[in-house]
Every structure is written in C-alpha cells, then in structure tokens.
C-alpha cells in the first residue's frame, strides 16, 4: 500500500511563500500520478495541482496558476507544491494523493480519481 506523508506547512504571512512535501513510500512511487487538494474550513476539497508520472505534464486550477508550482523526484520518492504570494483563501488543509489513471488528463482535477492520500498539513495566511 502507497503511504503518504506531508509536511512543510505553518503560518504565512500575505504574500509570502512556503513549499510543501509529501513524502511517499510502500511501493514505486514513480507508476503514480500525484496530486494535491486542499479543504478549507466549512468547504469541500479542491483540486490544488497535479503531475504526472515523470513530471513532464503539471495541471492546475485558475485559483492558483501562475503562483503555485508542483514538482516531483522520483529518485527520492518526493512530490513538493510550492506557494508563492500566498493570500488568506489559500487557508486550508493541504493533503497529496496518488491516481493510478489510464492517462494524464482533466479528469485529475477530481478527488474520486485518487486511491490514496495523506493526513494533511495545516497552511495559515494571515496579515
């Protein structure tokens, strides 16, 4: 079974940055797309990013292009998400998860794809 593990998360202020891992293991991290949602307070989960199985193909939201950016290394079994120019609707609880699809595609932004997933990290932006 994949298990994944996230950290790097805490207290921001406006526009600032923080990046993110999780951290994978149980079996070959590189056969999974990745992904990350977050889940605000009294909100559903939301599509944060996703990436494919080498890192050549990224997919994100309107909320967060251009400020976030998903990375992988496989080598080291390590998805990381960073946040730049954060702002207080970026307050969430941030989990990864892995998806086993047939390819890389839209369908990815929705959470019913993925099989496995993190505990979460606590993100605050704050003024």
């Known amino acids: 079974q994949l298990q994944l593990v996230e950290s790097g998360g805490g207290l921001v202020q406006i526009g600032g940055s923080l990046r993110l891992s999780c951290a994978a293991s149980?079996?070959?991290?590189?056969?999974?797309?990745m992904g990350w949602f977050r889940q605000a307070p009294g909100k559903g989960r939301e599509f944060v990013a996703a990436i494919s199985w080498t890192g050549s193909h990224t997919a994100y939201p309107d909320s967060v292009k251009g400020r976030f950016t998903v990375s992988r290394d496989n080598a080291k079994n390590m998805m990381y998400l960073q946040m730049n120019s954060l702002k207080p609707e970026d307050t969430a609880v941030y989990s990864c998860a892995a998806s086993s699809p047939p390819a890389f595609t839209l369908d990815l932004a929705r959470r019913a794809e993925y099989h496995s997933w993190g505990q979460g990290t606590q993100v605050t932006v704050s003024s």
């Open positions: 149980g079996r070959t991290f590189s056969n999974y797309v």
